[in-house]
């Protein structure tokens, strides 16, 4: 449970700056959009943490991308629609985002 708090904690350090600063380039208000980016990974980052935890080596780095996948779409509809980013803004935020959070997470965390 710890490890999983300090993830979500990783998650919106490196997520959130991130919608932040491309609410900010297209002019979407701050607020609505880092409360956007906070219900979105509060919402994913649960349930895709408790879908990876019974990966296997052998099935880890696919079903890892699977999983990013799925939180990426999920996101961007979240930002589109709460957030008013718009679709294409919403999944270009969530994606650039996402993939950074991902990637913090395997560096740092393993």
Known sequence: MFLQGLAFALTLVVELPLIGLAARRWNIALSRALAA???ASGISHPVAWTA???LGPEE???EFIAIEAAVILFEAAVLALIGRFGWI?????SLAANTASALAGLV???
């Open 108 to 110: 740092l965390l393993g």
């Open 60 to 62: 880890a780095a696919a």
């Open 37 to 39: 980016g906070a219900i």
């Open 89 to 93: 803004r919403g999944a270009g935020a």
């Open 52 to 54: 990876a935890l019974p």
